[in-house]
């Protein structure tokens, strides 16, 4: 090897190195993710619009990048930095562990991530956790409030249910087994059709979540889980570790919305967004004002 070849060997090698110890990726900014699902996204601004208030960070969208285990796998292989979830999503979904109450939840959600470089801040402090909805007059008819009532005269209702529901060990088929339902069929559909499939009577019975917005607009009754089958899903920041290590201000930032957000101040959000047709990033923006966490312009 002559000493021109090695020259640039060296360099080359110097620039791989440096590379790969870098935190941000695209145009030197903190890059969040997020799902396809509105709260998801405004989640995502809610942190990112935070983070630049109190911080000289930029802050990069990767919206819409898909289901939780699409975004999950590009947090995992450090193609984004920050991402909203959920403890049970977590627990159960990602590293097939049982959940225990919120607080045991949470503990585990942090010890099972941080084996993965990733670290769980606080909860936002609500929990989005699965239900059922039905038409409210056919619900009183048939005296229906809870997943047990509804198991007795499941086999007349379609089901309409997003993908992921229908295949997560933590959604429908455990669901199933635990109340003995039989629906009539189950269609698999975006979440955002729902609504508009069960408005339409294309199906007869949603699984839909506790903070929709869209439960303010049709005249749903939504069950009670009376068996507390489904676990606790408190959402949450996830923050790969070694981002939080070299710009601890941005755990900072992120700490403060801890017990912030409930699930009637959620749902409100998801509702102007999805109801309304506003903007996602001026809701973030309106809550984060009016919280004081930014200052009104």
């Known amino acids: 090897m002559t000493k021109k070849t090695f020259i640039k060997c060296l ?15 695209e145009e030197d900014a903190l890059i969040i993710g997020s799902r396809n699902n509105t709260e998801s996204i405004i989640l995502s601004n809610l942190m990112g619009q935070l983070i630049e208030e109190k911080t000289d960070i930029n802050v990069t969208y990767k919206e ?17 930095d920050v991402i909203p979830d959920y403890t049970g999503t977590i627990v159960i979904n990602y590293y097939q562990e049982t959940t225990g109450n919120a607080d045991e939840t949470l503990a585990k959600t942090k010890e099972l991530v941080l084996a993965d470089d990733i670290t769980a ?47 997560r060990p933590d959604g429908l088929p455990g669901f199933q087994k635990e109340y003995d339902l039989q629906f009539k069929d189950v269609k698999g559909m975006d979440h955002g059709i729902m609504y508009r499939s069960i408005n339409a009577k294309e199906v007869d019975v949603i699984n839909s979540y506790t903070t929709d917005g869209q439960l ?28 939080l290590e070299q710009y601890p201000k941005i755990g900072e930032a992120l700490l403060e919305l801890a017990g912030k957000i409930d699930e009637t101040a959620m749902q409100e959000m998801n509702a102007k967004v999805d109801n309304e047709g506003q903007m ?4 973030a923006k309106e809550f984060l004002q009016e919280a004081g966490f930014i200052s009104k312009e």
Request: proline fraction near 3%; hydrophobic fraction near 45%.
């Open 11 to 25: 360099a080359l090698l110097l620039l791989v190195t440096t590379l790969s110890g870098c935190i941000f990726k």
């Open 64 to 80: 819409n990048l898909g289901g939780s285990n699409v975004v999950w796998t590009a947090m995992l292989n450090g193609k984004i």
């Open 121 to 167: 801040l606080e909860s936002f402090g609500f929990n989005n956790t699965y239900t059922l909805a039905l038409d409210e007059a056919e619900a009183e008819s048939l005296g229906v409030t809870t997943f047990s009532d509804f198991a007795k005269v499941s086999d007349d209702f379609i089901l309409g249910a997003v993908f992921e529901f229908i295949d």
């Open 216 to 243: 303010q607009m049709y005249n749903l009754r939504v069950l009670e889980d009376d068996k507390g089958y489904f676990p606790p899903y408190h959402a949450l920041p996830l923050v790969r570790t070694g981002v």
């Open 280 to 283: 996602v990033e001026l809701v």
